[in-house]
């Protein structure tokens, strides 16, 4: 279980926001770039810089305010904005601010083990009706942590090396919650094959202990969900996702095979994912393929075993999140 404490501390807190931008600049195509980011009721210059992520830009933007208050907007960059924005000044529109300071959204807080993270109350916005906490809480799909009473969303590890791949995921995360209401959710309207589709997965850090075994955190989910689905396209299979499952192939208006992935082999994880896979597979008359997707450890094999016991094969990654035996336990799809 994961306990987590704010960090008050002003010099802790400028260390941290330095760190955030040292590794967004890191990765940047363009740096310190002045653009006008519009929000409800005006704009205002700032400087931001851009990386590219899955073929889109994102942006972010940190400006200190005063003492140890940050102003940090984040937002995606359209191409056609992208490719002319350092000839004029362009506009942007901002996604999602994760501000640092009093009762602003955001927060960087420490666990247990040390490791520091950045953290969104939920609270967004964006001058459109209905677009408030509520409509966030309801249909964000990280995970949530309570800090002195208060839920927080989880949005990235600022110590973790995919440090940005799970900013920019979490920003694309927003920008599909914002836009829910002018279109409909088409991972949880229903069983049909036309309404099926694949939305990314959030990636939001969970520190695991996994002892001698690879070391994922919940921060890699949406990643191997993500490599996951691109293997199986590869392949030629039709894949989507939906909230109560990971990934799913499907043959016409048929699921075919249900897949759920774990970051974790603690027997809590386990049993979890036995227990979804199973309470899923019920709502078929034909019941789908099972599997369960985890990190390899050295138990895999006997694990292994016992899971197809009751129905269920096992696919294992490594550390840089690459299958290792996907292939065969495809055979009989």
């Known amino acids: 279980m994961i306990t987590m404490f704010p960090v008050e501390n002003k010099k802790e807190i400028d260390r941290y926001i330095k760190e955030i931008l040292k590794k967004f600049n890191d990765e940047s195509k363009l740096k310190q770039i002045v653009v006008q980011l519009g929000y409800q009721g005006g704009s205002q210059d700032c400087k931001v810089s851009i990386v590219k992520h899955n073929s889109k830009y ?18 995606i960059v359209p191409k056609d904005k992208y490719e002319s924005i350092t000839k004029k000044k362009t506009r942007l529109n901002i996604t999602v601010e994760i501000n640092i300071a009093g009762r602003s959204a955001g927060l960087i807080a420490r666990d247990n083990n040390g490791r520091i993270f950045l953290l969104h109350s939920g609270r967004i916005g964006g001058g459109r009706k209905r677009i408030n906490k509520k409509l966030f809480v309801n249909n964000f799909r990280g995970r949530w942590i309570n800090i002195n009473g208060k839920d927080y969303a989880l949005v990235a590890e600022i110590s973790s090396k995919r440090f940005v791949k799970q900013l920019c995921h979490f920003i694309e995360e927003v920008d599909r919650i914002k836009n829910l209401f002018n279109t409909s959710d088409s991972n949880d309207v229903g069983n049909k094959a036309k309404e099926w589709g694949y939305n990314k997965e959030f990636i939001g850090p969970k520190v695991s202990k996994l002892g001698s075994k690879v070391r994922v955190s919940e921060c890699d989910h949406g990643l191997i969900v993500d490599n996951l689905k691109n293997v199986l396209v590869d392949k030629g299979f039709k894949v989507a996702n939906k909230k109560s499952m990971d990934l799913f192939i499907y043959k016409g208006d048929k699921i075919e095979a249900i897949f759920e992935v774990k970051t974790d082999c603690d027997t809590s994880s386990i049993y979890s994912a036995v227990g979804q896979l199973l309470i899923n597979s019920l709502e078929f008359d034909s019941r789908p393929k099972l599997f369960m997707v985890l990190p390899n450890h050295s138990n895999i094999n006997r694990l292994k075993n016992i899971l197809q016991k009751i129905g269920i094969e096992l696919v294992s990654y490594n550390k840089q999140l690459e299958f290792i035996n996907l292939k065969s336990a495809l055979n009989n799809l």
Do not use: A, D, H, V
């Open 58 to 75: 994102f942006y972010l933007g940190i400006e200190k305010k005063r003492y140890s208050s940050y102003w940090i907007p984040t937002g």
